[in-house]
């Protein structure tokens, strides 16, 4: 989940580096959110040892574009998305051959809170709560939470009805924008393992701003299978950091 350097680095100079690390861990399929491209030719180019791979882009104000993208060293037969009304945030799912079966993966972003938890944060912890500014900031971010709550439970429950109906095995990952306590994360982690409980260790958080106490970043599949080797990546190529899990398909 790379899109810009929380170290300030340009975005060329990031996708070079994200290429780097993407060769060093060498994974067979890799999910990309808020992915940013120059054009659709770099999108179906970059990274050219993934021979397949699907994407949904926005186009920015700036001409450039964003979006999602999985890369595949496996076939895709079949791909789509799933939009939400009046919003950039999306799924993606591709339909990997992988050994004569197909599993499909599911590439999140939901919805964002859209605020600065980071600098409210830092106000709280100078024990000004008492303050006016404070305590109206306070009611902002509530009413901004509940607003992203309820749009990410609807955006939820759209992805559920495609997986239902799908009803293929199915891996589900990326930026959740919430907590493992979460609705979000309970009703799309129902029925199926968590690659972090699973083979992880330690806090597993994600998000730099606010490490160690966020873990918004996912990796989720069937209860059949089984993972390895789950880790957070301390690549500090974005504000988040990636995760990778090796998952064996039974």
Same mark, same amino acid.
């Given at each position: 989940m790379f899109?810009?350097s929380?170290?300030?680095?340009?975005?060329?100079?990031?996708r070079?580096?994200?290429?780097?690390?993407i060769?060093? +861990?060498n994974?067979d399929i /890799?999910c990309?959110?808020?992915f940013y491209v =120059?054009d !659709?030719?770099m #999108?179906?180019t970059l990274?050219?040892?993934y021979?397949?791979?699907?994407y949904?882009?926005?186009?920015t104000?700036?001409g450039?574009l964003f979006?999602?993208?999985?890369?595949s060293?496996y076939p895709?037969?079949k791909?789509?998305d799933?939009?939400f009304?009046h919003?950039?945030n999306?799924?993606?799912?591709?339909?990997i051959?992988?050994?004569?079966?197909?599993?499909?993966?599911?590439d999140?972003?939901?919805?964002s809170y859209?605020?600065s938890?980071?600098?409210?944060?830092?106000?709280l912890?100078?024990?000004?709560?008492?303050?006016?500014?404070i305590? +109206?900031?306070?009611?902002? /971010?509530?009413?901004?939470?509940?607003?992203? =709550?309820? !749009?990410r439970? #609807?955006q939820?429950?759209?992805i559920l009805?495609v997986i239902?109906?799908d009803?293929?095995a199915s891996?589900i990952?990326?930026?959740?924008?919430?907590t493992?306590m979460?609705?979000?994360?309970h009703?799309?982690?129902t029925?199926?393992?968590?690659?972090f409980?699973?083979s992880?260790e330690?806090?597993?958080?994600?998000?730099?701003p606010l490490?160690?106490f966020l873990?918004?970043?996912?990796?989720?599949?069937?209860r059949?299978?089984e993972s390895?080797?789950?880790?957070?990546?301390k690549s500090?190529?974005?504000?988040?950091?990636?995760?990778?899990?090796?998952?064996i398909?039974k």
């Amino acid at each position: 989940m790379f899109h810009s350097s929380e170290k300030g680095f340009p975005r060329d100079v990031c996708r070079k580096m994200t290429g780097e690390e993407i060769r060093k +861990n060498n994974p067979d399929i /890799v999910c990309f959110e808020e992915f940013y491209v =120059t054009d !659709k030719t770099m #999108a179906d180019t970059l990274f050219g040892e993934y021979g397949h791979r699907h994407y949904h882009l926005f186009r920015t104000k700036a001409g450039t574009l964003f979006g999602d993208i999985i890369l595949s060293k496996y076939p895709i037969k079949k791909s789509g998305d799933i939009s939400f009304p009046h919003s950039t945030n999306l799924c993606i799912f591709a339909d990997i051959e992988f050994r004569n079966r197909i599993i499909r993966i599911y590439d999140n972003h939901l919805e964002s809170y859209n605020l600065s938890l980071t600098a409210l944060a830092l106000k709280l912890s100078k024990h000004r709560a008492k303050d006016k500014n404070i305590r +109206n900031e306070l009611l902002e /971010v509530h009413e901004k939470v509940r607003g992203t =709550t309820i !749009k990410r439970s #609807a955006q939820v429950s759209k992805i559920l009805n495609v997986i239902k109906k799908d009803g293929s095995a199915s891996i589900i990952c990326g930026d959740f924008n919430d907590t493992p306590m979460s609705y979000t994360y309970h009703k799309l982690a129902t029925g199926r393992k968590d690659a972090f409980k699973d083979s992880g260790e330690g806090a597993g958080a994600t998000f730099i701003p606010l490490w160690p106490f966020l873990r918004i970043d996912y990796i989720l599949f069937p209860r059949e299978y089984e993972s390895t080797n789950f880790r957070t990546i301390k690549s500090r190529l974005s504000d988040h950091y990636p995760i990778s899990a090796e998952i064996i398909v039974k």
